[in-house]
């Protein structure tokens, strides 16, 4: 096994490609090309790092990534090994036993998905440059500090330590103040909207939803019974006074006021008094999706809604997804003082179902500092990452698609003439296995829209030539769109 890594490792120290980066990707292509075969166990850290005459961290960067990934299993003191279910993943030659290699089939199914980032895909934070060496220690402590006490059954609600982490991080870093007894912890935004939902909602209620706007929350919204009112977004925001005068009498809001998904337009001062005043008279519920703006990559990040409610109408979600990364599940909900009572009556009867060791290792993560240095760091990053592909796309797509200027998140929108259909172009991007995807497919309604754009996320392409790859890849599919 040492002898074929030997082989496999050949490393060019003069690339631009950082060192971690060439492990990682000749080991992904000898498991995708079934050199390495699923439960093959692989060398220590120690060991290959020896070998190939790199530092530890330098092969636990490669490791971690893949096992991120899902291409490895880390199986404790039993060591590192190619993940078993790939046994039976799509992404992998047919015949994993015959020694003349099959073409290889891509089936771009959930999945698939799940177990890589396919280029492009939206809502995935930086996975190779998420501090995991740090976060394995502190889960390694929350392992060697259980207790008796911590074997039982875990508060409804969440862990008080991640309550009081995250209330000091809103009031540090989100500009409002609440009590560690209003943060509601989750598994996710689903979770959470469920949470919300069962509260302080009813089956036939009408809320305003964002046009365009996320498809899971329209999904969601539907299959809770709930009627969605769709309203325009223009370049102020959510159309408060139109949704006024089309749904005045609606039961609750949900928005992304500091960086609308998709379009990443930051709602107006104007707009969101307009829709605090309209919530405190008609006595309705805004639920605040404050999913990345903490990537904002000129000047400060804007203020949430939150930060302006005087009447203790906004229900403000917040996610780690983003920011950390998606596999923790882990999401969190402020409600106003007058709600905790009913929305801690709600969580006994549903209870957090974010294990407990996560939520301890999160709050230990905030509490030594980690998250604040990888949220700056992150920035950093992310305007460079977006500063690549926005470059790669204007040279080889110069007059097929144009590139918004967006202040921050982590996802691009380029704007794509008229000559193509977003969706169509989308559609096949996929089928060719980029994670490409349309604003119109984004419309509850397309009564007076003319969106013709697509999304792409930036943030894990991690150098200039992977970034041409892809851009010329979809602009082969773009141009065979006409």
């Not at 092969?59 to 993940?83: D, H, P």
């Not at 549903?350 to 604040?372: D, T």
């Amino acid at each position: 096994m040492m002898k074929l890594f030997s082989h496999l490792l050949k490393l060019d120290r003069q690339h631009k490609e950082p060192v971690y980066r060439q492990i990682y990707q000749r080991i992904k292509e000898a498991i995708v090309q079934g050199t390495l075969l699923p439960d093959t166990r692989l060398p220590s850290v120690r060991v290959l790092a020896s070998e190939v005459g790199v530092a530890r961290g330098t092969v636990e960067n490669a490791y971690g990534q893949l096992i991120a990934e899902g291409f490895l299993q880390s199986r404790g003191q039993g060591g590192t090994y190619v993940s078993a279910q790939l046994l039976d993943a799509p992404l992998l030659p047919l015949n994993m036993a015959d020694k003349h290699k099959q073409p290889i089939v891509v089936n771009h199914s959930l999945s698939a998905e799940r177990m890589m980032a396919r280029p492009f895909q939206l809502g995935l934070p930086a996975l190779d440059a998420f501090p995991r060496a740090q976060w394995g220690r502190i889960m390694a402590k929350q392992l060697h500090n259980l207790t008796a006490t911590s074997l039982g059954h875990p508060p409804a609600a969440g862990l008080p330590a991640l309550r009081e982490s995250i209330a000091h991080y809103l009031q540090l870093s989100r500009g409002f103040s609440c009590q560690p007894e209003q943060v509601f912890i989750c598994s996710g935004y689903q979770s959470l909207l469920d949470l919300v939902v069962n509260t302080v909602l009813k089956p036939g209620d009408i809320g305003w939803l964002e046009n365009p706007g996320y498809p899971a929350t329209q999904q969601l919204i539907r299959e809770a019974g709930l009627i969605p009112c769709p309203v325009n977004v223009d370049s102020d925001g959510m159309d408060v006074m139109a949704a006024i005068n089309d749904c005045p009498n609606a039961r609750f809001a949900i928005i992304t006021p500091a960086h609308q998904s998709p379009l990443g337009i930051a709602l107006s001062l104007a707009r969101r008094i307009a829709l605090l005043e309209w919530a405190e008279q008609q006595q309705s519920w805004i639920i605040e999706d404050d999913y990345d703006s903490e990537f904002r990559y000129h000047g400060r990040p804007l203020p949430p809604l939150k930060s302006l409610d005087r009447h203790g109408r906004v229900l403000y979600a917040g996610t780690f997804s983003k920011v950390m990364f998606p596999a923790l599940r882990l999401a969190y909900l402020v409600v106003p003082p007058e709600l905790v009572a009913v929305f801690n009556h709600r969580c006994q009867l549903r209870s957090c179902a974010s294990p407990p060791l996560i939520q301890a290792s999160v709050a230990e993560f905030i509490g030594q500092g980690h998250f604040y240095r990888h949220l700056k760091r992150m920035r950093h990053l992310y305007a460079e990452r977006r500063e690549m592909l926005s470059a790669s796309l204007m040279r080889q797509l110069t007059g097929v698609v144009e590139v918004e200027q967006q202040a921050g998140g982590i996802q691009l929108l380029a704007q794509l003439d008229r000559r193509f259909s977003d969706n169509i172009v989308a559609a096949r991007a996929q089928n060719e296995g980029l994670a490409i995807e349309a604003v119109s497919d984004w419309l509850l309604e397309k009564k007076g829209r003319e969106d013709n754009a697509l999304l792409m996320g930036f943030t894990n392409f991690t150098s200039e030539m992977e970034a041409d790859q892809q851009v010329a890849k979809l602009a082969k599919v773009i141009l065979s769109a006409n």
